[in-house]
């Protein structure tokens, strides 16, 4: 039995949650969902950044920041009230930056935007929004010389897990839409280089269950754990930093293809159809002893 439940906001109709009864075997991830947890949702329609695509909350400025299918980036408050907005320019003739993901570096100040289609990486400075350098993705690991296939969907979303084993401060993780859906563990020269340079593949993976399309990843330092959300039917992956899959279960919004915690908890959601999404919840999402010993119910 499916149930949908449709909610009117400012006059637009968001498909907030897709329902299922779900019967779980020994071993197999966590089965969750989120409606019973809500407080309260808002719906902010964002005319000036068109086809939100990525979204990432930075702790450290309070603030943040959405791009959009239109080369558009913006910072915002937590309010949703546009701080500060550019579009990035592409060559003169070239279409728009099909910008589909955004990530944050701590360490060195910086944010990191996906160009879909070319698969470069931006850096950009969080104060101008100005693009300081860019890390083409080598398509190449192993034996295939097209991991990433040229002319694909390509990547979809990238996200940065600090990490002192590596000479560049971190890692970087990110997701190939399809053809075939990859999580990529990407090293990008950020320090070793003071100019553009090659993004590096150095490991592949799949989820333990079949998705059709891979949107969006994250990371969230504090849990040390990554969510994943896939395409067509809204449905988010929590997996940890292993591969392994925690959670599953369906996902709020309608074609959502960013999501990030703010400091409070508060989930905000980045609509391919327009705006963001903001939901605050009266109770935590996922069972804390879970969490601790990243490990599934018996």
């Known amino acids: 039995m499916k149930m949908r439940k449709?909610?009117?906001?400012?006059?637009?109709?968001?498909?907030?949650?897709?329902?299922?009864?779900?019967?779980?075997?020994?071993?197999e991830p966590v089965w969750i969902t989120l409606e019973d947890k809500v407080a309260s949702v808002q719906w902010f329609e964002l005319k000036?950044?068109?086809?939100p695509s990525g979204i990432v909350f930075v702790p450290q400025r309070g603030t943040l920041f959405v791009i959009g299918d239109e080369g558009d980036v913006a910072e915002l408050s937590t309010e949703m009230k546009i701080l500060k907005q550019k579009r990035l320019t592409p060559p003169e003739g070239a279409e728009n930056y099909d910008l589909e993901g955004v990530t944050y570096n701590p360490a060195n100040n910086r944010l990191y935007v996906v160009v879909e289609g070319d698969d470069i990486i931006f850096e950009l400075h969080p104060e101008t929004l100005i693009i300081l350098r860019k890390f083409p993705v080598d398509r190449s690991f192993g034996n295939e010389p097209e991991v990433i296939k040229l002319g694909g969907d390509g990547i979809e979303g990238i996200t940065f897990v600090p990490d002192a084993s590596s000479p560049e401060g971190g890692f970087f993780y990110a997701v190939n839409?399809?053809?075939?859906?990859?999580i990529l563990k990407l090293s990008i020269p950020i320090l070793s280089s003071v100019s553009d340079a090659p993004a590096k593949i150095l490991q592949t993976f799949t989820l333990a269950l079949p998705v059709r399309s891979l949107n969006e990843i994250q990371y969230d330092p504090a849990k040390r754990i990554f969510y994943i959300l896939t395409g067509f039917w809204n449905t988010w992956y929590i997996i940890d930093e292993q591969m392994n899959i925690l959670f599953r279960g369906p996902f709020p919004g309608l074609q959502s293809e960013g999501l990030t915690f703010d400091d409070a908890g508060k989930l905000y959601i980045a609509e391919d159809v327009g705006g963001v999404v903001k939901i605050s919840f009266r109770s935590p999402i996922f069972p804390k002893f879970i969490l601790r010993s990243h490990t599934f119910l018996p």
């Open 6 to 27: 449709w909610i009117v906001l400012g006059g637009s109709v968001v498909l907030l949650f897709l329902l299922s009864k779900s019967t779980r075997n020994r071993g």
């Open 48 to 51: 000036e950044i068109e086809e």
């Open 177 to 182: 839409q399809r053809e075939p859906p990859l």
